[in-house]
């Protein structure tokens, strides 16, 4: 049992860096995967990011690769998304979900616990 709690969120300019963070609590594991996705108004939930908490890979969607970058803290169950060069495309809702496998996914079926969001705006 994971439950994902998103905090960093807020409203920035276009060209600001942002670091979203992502606290895992109740029970976590090394194989469990930690993911980002993003959901702008009209538009469907695409994935963002995700990294192993066993192995440390990472792999981005191709719209954030070179400008994003997925982090984690084991020692502190959390993981970041550090956010730079933001426009207004990357204005949306982000998720955290974790997914109870040790490969990584790039699908939203694929992970089983997601947080809440947080609210991103990027103003143009």
């Known amino acids: 049992q994971v439950q994902p709690v998103e905090s960093g969120g807020g409203l920035v300019q276009a060209g600001d860096s942002l670091r979203l963070s992502c606290a895992a609590s109740?029970?976590?594991?090394?194989?469990?995967?930690m993911g980002w996705f993003r959901q702008a108004p009209g538009k469907e939930r695409e994935f963002v990011a995700a990294?192993?908490?066993?192995?440390?890979?990472?792999s981005y969607a191709d719209s954030v690769k070179g400008r994003f970058t997925v982090s984690r803290d084991n020692a502190k169950n959390t993981v970041y998304l550090q956010m730079s060069s933001l426009n207004f495309e990357d204005t949306a809702v982000y998720y955290c979900?974790?997914?109870?496998?040790?490969?990584?996914?790039?699908?939203?079926?694929?992970?089983?616990?997601w947080g809440q969001g947080t609210q991103v705006t990027v103003s143009s």
């Open positions: 109740g029970r976590t594991f090394s194989s469990c995967v």
């Open positions: 990294i192993s908490w066993g192995g440390g890979r990472t």
């Open positions: 979900a974790a997914r109870a496998s040790y490969d990584l996914s790039n699908r939203a079926d694929g992970y089983h616990y």
